[in-house]
Nanobody, 117 residues
Framework: QVQLVESGGGLVQAGGSLRLSCAASESIFSINVMGWYRQAPGKQRELVAAMTSSGSTNYAGSVKGRFTISRDNAKNTVYLQMNSLKPEDTAVYYC???????????WGQGTLVTVSS
């Protein structure tokens, strides 16, 4: 079964940038949607950005224009470039993958992003 491993989290000052990576253990060719979610303390997990296999993207309004999701099928990896970070972006970020054929949904273990003011 495909496993997802996130990396790239850390501590950054407000206004800074981070790039998160999500590496899949197998080919993501058959994965229909890959995305990033986040969960801040005391809050529900929310969608940050998602990308379909055809390249369509969807962003949460709060990150639109600051975050960019990209996907490299050759490297079985999806990225989240986060610019102009704000303290309210502080959360654990989770990678997610969904395959519609023989439905499968996977989650990574999460990576912590902390933005200091």
């Amino acid at each position: 079964q495909v496993q997802l491993v996130e990396s790239g989290g850390g501590l950054v000052q407000a206004g800074g940038s981070l790039r998160l990576s999500c590496a899949a253990s197998e080919s993501i060719f058959s994965i229909n949607v890959m995305g990033w979610y986040r969960q801040a303390p005391g809050k529900q997990r929310e969608l940050v950005a998602a990308m379909t296999s055809s390249g369509s993207t969807n962003y949460a309004g709060s990150v639109k224009g600051r975050f960019t999701i990209s996907r490299d099928n050759a490297k079985n990896t999806v990225y989240l470039q986060m610019n102009s970070l704000k303290p309210e972006d502080t959360a654990v970020y989770y990678c997610n993958a969904v395959r519609y054929n023989r439905y499968l949904e996977l989650w990574g273990q999460g990576t912590l992003v902390t933005v200091s003011s």
